[in-house]
């Protein structure tokens, strides 16, 4: 068997910089919250695959459906031969939708996808062109979304130009400064100075921004951006793909403003480690494309679908809903203890809601973000069994992302080695 020290140097031979790993290990096998390596140590999981496994690894019942899926067929391409385990996920996901009146939904692969085909959809049911994105936000690495990502550094620097059209309001974060009523003053300013309500097709915005930092867009932002919408004939983009699918402790993160958006963007958690995403919306807004507009030859997978509709099931029949929001407390519990003690690395701003926490690292009490000491934090973390993640506008935030299905102890585990890995080293 391979070490992992013998993997990592084949990797760096045959594999370009561009797409990093944030660790040195690799894996070998799963199952929940768990993963060993090639070397047979053992890892608490607290990355999920960047929020995709809430129902963890290997889930028993989402086996067995990929598995009897194989047995029958694994594509035809639904632009050729259509199959019945992607209209019944559509059906089941339209009857998920966080909006009022019928809907529809067509499936992709991955979550860049989603979002620009929302976009696409979005300029065909307007004749506009313009979007509105956020600071902070993360869409995707294609071009379009890699444009509509709030953040330059490494997603944007040496691939410009961008696609045109495309414009940023800041995000409100009240630990930098910036509140609502300054990211509703921009946009008025954006339309003075830059673009014209009447030319913008769409505003997108993730209910939890991900790589921003785990930061929860206030109910009353996402209330002003609907009517902000509803007064231009904007049509409104809640970018679910690291939020969806009960980690908020609902299954989509916008319901918990009570705001209905026209459009939603899926992957991730979606198919429970299975490459599959989507777009969601209002039923007279999706048919506005012309057939053959939309689509792709891996678009909703037979296997990803039968997948995605075990972990629909599993999220109802295990109530992974009201599980996250008992995972949440009791992370927040720990979370809150931790930031008490003096022997730790200073942590702040304990957030999120339902399982998708987020805290930041400090240089001191009350003082600036510290992205070093994060990645060290992690790096730590690795060395004692835990698998973590950061993240942030300046890399300060460690995010947590623990499957819905771990259970307590396991969970406590985890929790127990980032304690151990947050003390302070000097």
């Not at 550094?153 to 309001?169: I, Q, T």
């Not at 039968?306 to 109530?319: C, G, M, N, R, S």
Request: proline residues 6%; glycine residues 10%; hydrophobic residues 45%.
């Amino acid at each position: 068997m391979s070490a992992n020290a013998d993997l990592l140097t084949r990797r760096l031979a045959a594999v370009p910089r561009g797409v990093s790993t944030g660790t040195a290990i690799f894996a070998a096998h799963a199952e929940n919250a768990e993963l060993w390596d090639v070397e047979g140590r053992r890892y608490v999981d607290f990355a999920g695959g960047i929020a995709v496994l809430n129902t963890g690894h290997r889930h028993p019942k989402i086996m067995a459906a990929v598995r009897r899926q194989l047995d029958a067929y694994t594509h035809t391409a639904f632009q050729v031969v259509a199959y019945e385990p992607y209209i019944a996920l559509a059906e089941r996901l339209n009857a998920l939708a966080p909006f009022d009146g019928p809907a529809k939904t067509i499936l992709f692969t991955t979550g860049a996808e989603a979002v620009e085909n929302a976009v696409k959809i979005a300029r065909a049911a307007t004749g506009r062109s313009a979007v509105i994105a956020f600071t902070g936000g993360f869409h995707g690495r294609t071009m379009l979304t890699m444009a509509m990502t709030g953040k330059v550094a490494p997603y944007k620097r040496l691939f410009g130009p961008l696609p045109a059209e495309v414009y940023h309001a800041p995000f409100p974060v009240p630990q930098y400064g910036v509140s609502v009523e300054d990211s509703l003053k921009a946009l008025e300013f954006l339309f003075r100075a830059d673009v014209e309500p009447e030319r913008v097709a769409a505003i997108v915005i993730e209910p939890v921004q991900g790589e921003g930092g785990f930061q929860p867009a206030p109910p009353e932002l996402l209330k002003a951006l609907r009517g902000l919408c509803d007064r231009h004939g904007i049509l409104l983009i809640s970018d679910e793909v690291q939020a969806g699918f009960a980690r908020t402790g609902k299954m989509f993160g916008i319901e918990h403003s009570g705001v209905q958006p026209d459009l939603i963007t899926v992957a991730k958690a979606l198919a429970g480690g299975f490459p599959l995403s989507g777009v969601i919306g209002k039923a007279a807004i999706m048919d506005a494309a012309e057939p053959g507009g939309l689509g792709g030859t891996y678009a909703g997978p037979p296997i990803a679908c039968a997948a995605a509709l075990a972990v629909l099931d599993v999220i109802a029949e295990e109530k992974l809903m009201q599980r996250a929001d008992a995972q949440g407390a009791r992370i927040r519990g720990r979370l809150a203890a931790m930031s008490q003690r003096n022997d730790l690395v200073p942590i702040a701003n304990i957030r999120g809601p339902g399982a998708m926490i987020g805290f930041d690292i400090l240089r001191s009490r009350d003082g600036d973000p510290d992205g070093a000491e994060a990645k060290a934090v992690t790096g730590r973390a690795l060395e004692k069994g835990l698998i973590l993640l950061s993240c942030g506008v300046y890399g300060e935030t460690i995010r947590l992302l623990a499957p819905l299905t771990a259970p307590d102890e396991i969970l406590d585990e985890g929790l127990d080695i980032l304690e151990a890995a947050l003390e302070r080293q000097s």
